[in-house]
């Protein structure tokens, strides 16, 4: 059975930190690029960063590079997400995602899968 499962979340002050965890089972970790999202009401998922499967590449939204940190352990089987610097307008559900392919026996297949959320509350 495949899960995704957040940790990490609560309230800060503007200015604080907090590191979000995810730790996946159910499928083959390594093979996956990992991705956090965050959702406020009423808007749309927002993609913050992303960190290939073996880790080489990251990328970060514009409105939190230089301030979140992804990062990944392999033999845990968990992404990160330290969160610097916090602002109010970070406030937001976070989601980690996994994407990657399995062979089926014939074919390579693409496959997504997306925790359950943990939430972040940045009070200014």
């Known amino acids: 059975q495949v899960q995704l499962v957040e940790s990490g979340g609560g309230s800060v002050q503007a200015g604080g930190s907090l590191r979000l965890s995810c730790v996946a089972s159910?499928?083959?970790?390594?093979?996956?690029?990992m991705k956090w999202y965050r959702q406020t009401q009423g808007k749309e998922r927002e993609l913050v960063a992303t960190?290939?499967?073996?880790?080489?590449?990251?990328n970060y939204a514009d409105s939190v590079k230089g301030r979140f940190i992804i990062s990944r352990d392999n033999a845990k089987a968990t992404a990160y997400l330290q969160m610097n610097d916090l602002k109010a307008e970070d406030t937001a559900v976070y989601y980690c995602?996994?994407?990657?392919?399995?062979?089926?026996?014939?074919?390579?297949?693409?496959?997504?899968?997306w925790g359950q959320g943990t939430q972040v509350t940045v009070s200014s």
């Open positions: 995602k996994a994407t990657g392919t399995e062979w089926d026996g014939s074919t390579f297949r693409g496959y997504n899968y």
């Open positions: 159910g499928f083959t970790f390594r093979r996956y690029a």
């Open positions: 960190i290939s499967n073996v880790g080489s590449s990251t």
